[in-house]
């Protein structure tokens, strides 16, 4: 992020993934438009109890929906998630039960999120918020992209060692 700013949520990505063209497909036939996917690690939210003050830590959660997110004709999905047992949100199974005003906070987040102080328009437009289901399928399609464009990563890397030697 270029600009100080404070998610509401855990904030991270979900390992081994990739926003690429299947990714962007869905979105696409989920919003009409054409679109590529932002050749990103798949982005997530985790709402926890929690404090967890550092981020570069590996958590087990629930995913339970999302907001279909565009960047400049680019999909850039936000996934939804639980904190697996965790004490407050926990039971949560699908984004229904979150309390709209936390949703809103998340969806203020992402909008302003990339905004340079003083500007008054955004880069990033919310279409759609979702169930478990479609988020589901993000995680599905994001993983599909990541081993198209990546495979075997060991292969990859061995690969590129030999080559340096």
Known sequence: QK???MCPALYGFVPQTFCGESVAAFSAEKTGRNLAGDADPLDIC???DRPIGHGNVIVECIPIGGLRMLDQDEADDKIIGVL???ATYGAW???MQVPEPMLDRLRHYFLTYKQAPGSTSSSCEIT?????DDAREVIRRSLADYQARFGNLEQILDAALSMTK
């Open 3 to 5: 600009y100080s700013n």
């Open 46 to 48: 985790i709402l926890t």
């Open 84 to 86: 697996k047992d965790d």
């Open 93 to 95: 199974e699908d984004i």
């Open 128 to 132: 759609h918020t979702y169930g478990r």
